[in-house]
């Protein structure tokens, strides 16, 4: 894989993690799709790697529903490790957090033997063929029960699917502002950060149709591949090793009140004169 260009700063690390409760649509039904699609029981030992663990919710959330869960979080941002290592700490051994850049292939022995990969927001940061030589590596890489699930934008092929997804993102988040602050406070941040790839596009940004993405996880080798969940841009997608399913897997419902209860669960307390504004 290519080089990708050095435009995501630590600064974007803070503004992120100050408006994503808000700006990613449904965030916590995103997360509790994901845990659900694994094919494992709550009890169960296996392994997960997560690329792009950011402040790690979704990794903390993982580990809380699945008691026998072993994850290896792995990001690029210094500030990101920093919260998700706070954030992961009662959880012991069961959790390591590595640095890694998702452009290079040195962290691919990461995977290895992994019965799970996961992956949210981070992986339009690749451009097409980038995508497909990585949906091999972790399709050769993964145990023969394995599933990878990826949470993404993707990109539209139409521009009234365009002009849809643009909207309805600012719809989702401005009804998140109001109902998480009571204002539409982080909403306007949302909107003066240009915040909404689908009109701001950033060239570094490369998201790709959801249909070419399904049908390179097919050509990898993923004997079931499909679309979960999708709403304003943000879909949930991915393949199988197996085509036999799993019975006495995590619930939706579970899952769900256990997102909601992480989503709203602070890693630590700053003094009040240290937080962003």
């Not at 009662?90 to 962290?107: H, K, N, Q």
């Not at 949470?151 to 521009?159: N, V």
């Not at 709203?264 to 240290?274: D, E, H, R, V």
């Amino acid at each position: 894989m290519t080089t990708m260009p050095d435009s995501w700063s630590e600064s974007d690390s803070e503004l992120y993690q100050d408006i994503a409760a808000v700006a990613v649509p449904a965030r916590a039904e995103q997360m509790a799709a994901l845990l659900t699609l694994l094919p494992f029981k709550p009890d169960e030992t296996f392994r997960v790697v997560e690329l792009g663990c950011g402040e790690g919710l979704l990794a903390q959330t993982l580990l809380a529903c699945f008691a026998g869960a072993e994850l290896v979080a792995l990001d690029g941002s210094a500030v990101m490790r920093e919260r998700a290592a706070e954030r992961l700490t009662t959880f012991g051994p069961r959790v390591r957090i590595e640095p890694f850049d998702l452009a290079s292939t040195a962290w691919l022995p990461h995977l290895q033997g992994a019965d799970g990969v996961i992956s949210s927001l981070c992986l339009h940061h690749l451009n097409a063929e980038e995508k497909q030589a990585l949906f091999g590596a972790i399709q050769e890489r993964l145990s023969p029960w394995g599933v990878f699930l990826i949470a993404d934008l993707i990109e539209p092929q139409r521009p009234e699917a365009r002009t849809l997804f643009a909207a309805t993102w600012d719809r989702i988040t401005k009804a998140q502002s109001l109902a998480q602050t009571g204002s539409t406070a982080s909403f306007e941040r949302f909107i003066q950060t240009e915040w909404n790839h689908y009109r701001f596009p950033d060239p570094v940004d490369q998201p790709s149709p959801l249909f070419d993405q399904l049908t390179w996880l097919k050509a990898a080798g993923f004997a079931v591949v499909d679309c979960f969940w999708l709403k304003a841009g943000h879909a949930i997608y991915g393949g199988y090793k197996s085509r036999s399913g799993s019975t006495g897997t995590l619930s939706f419902t579970v899952a769900l009140q256990a997102a909601q209860i992480q989503n709203s669960t602070k890693p630590y307390n700053k003094p009040a004169g240290n937080r962003k504004s």
